[in-house]
């Protein structure tokens, strides 16, 4: 089920949504994928709602293993949970060697000034400077995702009156003990949200 935000009691949008509904960079990307399933016999429905379990179940693995709770597993078949497993070990290889020190984990936000929401996988120290983190658990990276980092990262500023040194993209492999981090500095940011704006301001006249 997908969060709902609300800004003074009015659902407003999450930051995914209007990336998704508005973008469109990846379409033919996406088309193709599908087609490229369909030749193989496969329902590019079935295979997007699974790879989209094996996303939500990695990141609930690396929430609730690093704060010593509990998964549960019940739903999810064999292969969902050996990918999403795999995905998890990266993301401990990963935090081996970048060691992030995190403030915040799945931090729901909401912008009241631009009337959006979302939520971040992390907030963190790395290297001493504070910056966002986001868990990718797709086959690359795109650059939608630093739209989406971007609009994480101001709404955190909005909101703590801190301010957001860079971020970090992590795609997490679920296939083979891998992953591959995307550094974005200040004018990454700047750039991903001069895009975000104008998403805004088209999903705003959208008739």
């Known amino acids: 089920m997908h969060t709902k935000y609300f800004v003074n009691d009015k659902r407003v949008s999450s930051v995914t949504t209007i990336i998704g509904n508005n973008l469109g960079w990846n379409f033919y990307p996406l088309l193709n994928w599908n087609l490229k399933l369909v030749k193989q016999g496969l329902d590019p429905k079935e295979e997007l709602k ?12 690396i929430e ?7 998964v549960f597993l019940d739903g999810y ?6 990918q999403a497993k795999q995905a998890y070990y990266n993301y401990l290889d990963f935090s081996e060697a970048y060691k992030p020190e995190i403030i915040h984990s799945e931090l729901q936000m909401v912008s009241k000034k631009y009337k959006f929401g979302g939520t971040c996988d992390a907030v963190a120290k ?18 939608e995702h630093k739209i989406q980092i971007a609009a994480y990262a101001k709404m955190y500023e909005e909101n703590t009156g801190e ?45």
């Not at 699974?50 to 693995?61: C, D, P």
């Not at 290297?127 to 990276?141: A, G, P, Q, R, T």
Request: aromatic share 6%.
């Open 126 to 143: 790395v290297n001493n400077k504070l910056m966002i983190l986001d868990w990718k658990s797709s086959n690359s990276l795109h650059s």
């Open 64 to 70: 609730q293993f690093t704060i010593g709770g509990r």
């Open 50 to 61: 699974s790879a989209g379990r094996i996303g939500t179940l990695a990141h609930i693995m």
């Open 77 to 82: 078949s064999a292969q969902e949970i050996a």
């Open 163 to 207: 301010r957001i040194k860079g971020a970090l993209i992590v795609r997490l492999d679920k296939e083979k003990k891998e992953y591959e981090v995307e550094h974005l500095k200040i004018k990454d940011l700047n750039w991903g949200w001069k895009m975000f704006k104008l998403l805004l301001k088209i999903q705003e006249n959208k008739r």
